[in-house]
């Protein structure tokens, strides 16, 4: 390995673990030396995880198997290894108690912009021609960390159910699951691109981001955490049946073709009509001055969503919106509905006669690593 690359690899190492620790002793996160030591060396240890996997991966800092290995990690490599950073100090807040003030709000501003930084890193490689493995790799593997962190830590505080950890360990149990059969000498397929897989992983993140915020209800974040959390898993047991060989690729992808195409003309529609159904059946009025702003936004973002007009925004939107307006009963059964189905849309559009869906294409753009 060049000399040049192993002396950035070392720096990268040291100026991470400084900065952790600068970020412990500041006046904002400071309280007591047990609490300081406690969340220094769970950052320093996730800190010390992550830079491993950029060290075990370091030869493949080239951009395909056969071409030269890079002098330097490049500038979206870097971008990748401060989500790193992020995620090593948002392991710093777990199971110690939760702070108010601006630092109860560090979490989710650390995991927001790692989940930003997710769609920039490959961006910025693709733009500046340094896309390498060594980058995809990282990308795959923070991306696992982070959403075993960040979940564990908004469990925490209560924010989403314990069972959402399942979601977390798909990822591991996946790849487990693969060496297994290797190590028994078991048939495993290789795994096609999809972007939809790339979809509900973005999706999960942007999600656990939002649901740390602290002024985000639990009631809203447990109930959406379910409802983004159950098309992920349906996604990793049929990649798994792909990949040991139980269902064919060809007939998997040709199922897929046909139900995207049924859902689109049928039952995103029909879903877009059920939100807005189920938002009136568990609409509650509230003779409060201040919430007249927030009543005609809700309902101007479910008549976007009926009309198809940047409907995935307009999803977002509306779990947003009801999250602040008073009364709203979160746990009724038609509120749950409404929840479920803004996430549906949020996840897989609008389908068809929508008026404008472009919305979408931040959410289904595909950056390689």
Known sequence: MNSKLRQELFITALLGSLLL???????????????????????????????????????????SGTAPLQTSL???????????????????????????????????????????????DGALARRSGTTTVLGSRLDTSYDAI????????AIQYGKILPSYLLASAAYY??????RWRHH??????PLPPSALRRTLAGAQMGFVATALWPPIQPQLSQVT???????????????????????NID?????CQQFAAHASQRLLPLLRLLLVAALWASWRPHDVAHTTALEAGIWLTGLGVVGGIAGRSCAMALLLLLNFYPGYDLASAAAVTTLFAAVGIIIFGTGRMSLWQRDGDVITRQDPA
């Not at 028994?184 to 397929?189: G, M, Q, S, Y």
């Open 21 to 63: 620790l600068m970020l412990v002793i500041s006046p904002l996160l400071f309280v007591n030396w047990p609490d300081a030591r406690q969340r220094l060396w769970q950052s320093l240890l996730v800190w010390a995880l992550l830079w491993q996997q950029l060290w075990v991966n370091r030869y493949h800092n080239r951009s």
């Open 225 to 247: 955490g379910v409802a983004f959390m159950l098309p992920l898993l349906l996604g990793f047991c049929i990649d798994w049946l792909v990949v040991s060989a139980r269902l």
């Open 146 to 153: 982070g959403l075993l962190i960040a979940p564990l830590l």
């Open 184 to 189: 028994r000498n078991l048939p495993v397929l």
């Open 251 to 255: 007939s998997v992808n040709s199922a």
């Open 74 to 120: 490049g500038w979206a490599n870097r971008l990748t290894l401060v989500r790193g950073g992020l995620i090593a100090a948002i392991a710093g807040f777990l199971w110690l108690p939760a702070r108010t003030g601006l630092a109860g709000f560090l979490p989710a501003i650390c995991y927001t912009l790692a989940a930003l930084g997710d769609r920039c």
């Open 173 to 178: 149990l996946f790849v487990f699951g693969i």
